[in-house]
């Protein structure tokens, strides 16, 4: 079963715009992790937040996360052609040796 | 470039042949994962090695056989696949467990006629 669900499915956005992406989780975590998939490549780790933490930058990028309401967003500030992807995010379950990935959402800049 | 290398990049082959993903990392991880991956769907887990043995099977039907020779290669090989077995198949490693950033190779597009 789907830990995470990204939502929207998809976006399409003018470049320069910000970009924001959510996700939803159910059961408790250690972290959350973005990760971004350009297309025919492999996934491409993007920030990870620490359950005890409820924000963290990287760049352009801004991650919250509310263990609360078991969510997470990704906010891409000044998006670029380049930031054209799917977005996924990652929660390795407590107790469990594995990952599970959202459904994702694919990012579309348009020039 | 990525840090994970996976051979081939593409794979086309028939219903009764056998043949062999190969993946390979040198950054020192101990934990390694296969995926697989059909279009614009995530990743779905396969496997997980970790020091080399297998720790996780997600009911992989029997056809896909993992095999984790050393700290830095892991195999797959696959014998009597189906048509539906087309997909993305992913590698990924990552320093010891999943609680850790996961490092993926670019896959192997897999086809079967």
């Known amino acids: 079963s789907q830990q995470g669900e990204e939502d929207p499915q998809a976006l399409s956005i003018q470049e320069g715009e910000n970009a924001t992406m959510n996700c939803s989780y159910k059961?408790?975590?250690?972290?959350l992790q973005w990760y971004r998939q350009n297309s025919g490549r492999g996934l491409v780790h993007l920030i990870l937040i620490r359950s005890n933490e409820r924000e963290k930058h990287s760049g352009r990028l801004r991650v919250t996360l509310d263990t609360s309401k078991k969510s997470s967003s990704l906010l891409i500030t000044a998006s670029r052609a380049a930031d054209t992807a799917s977005y996924f995010c990652a929660t390795p379950p407590n107790r469990d040796d594995k990952i599970i990935f959202g459904k994702g959402t694919r990012l579309h800049i348009l020039p | 470039d990525t840090e994970v290398t996976q051979t081939p990049k593409h794979l086309v082959m028939g219903m009764t042949n056998k043949k062999s993903l190969k993946c390979e990392q040198h950054?020192?991880?101990?934990?390694m994962y296969w995926y697989k991956q059909k279009a614009k769907k995530p990743p779905e887990l396969m496997f997980v090695?970790?020091?080399?043995?297998?720790?996780i099977n997600e009911s992989v039907p029997s056809r896909f056989s993992p095999e984790c020779p050393n700290s830095s290669l892991l195999n797959l090989h696959l014998h009597a696949l189906q048509p539906e077995d087309s997909a993305l198949y992913l590698c990924a490693s990552s320093q010891d467990s999943p609680n850790q950033p996961q490092h993926f190779g670019d896959g192997t597009r897999l086809s079967i006629l």
């Open positions: 950054m020192g991880h101990r934990a």
């Open positions: 059961t408790s975590i250690n972290n």
């Open positions: 090695y970790s020091y080399e043995k297998l720790s």
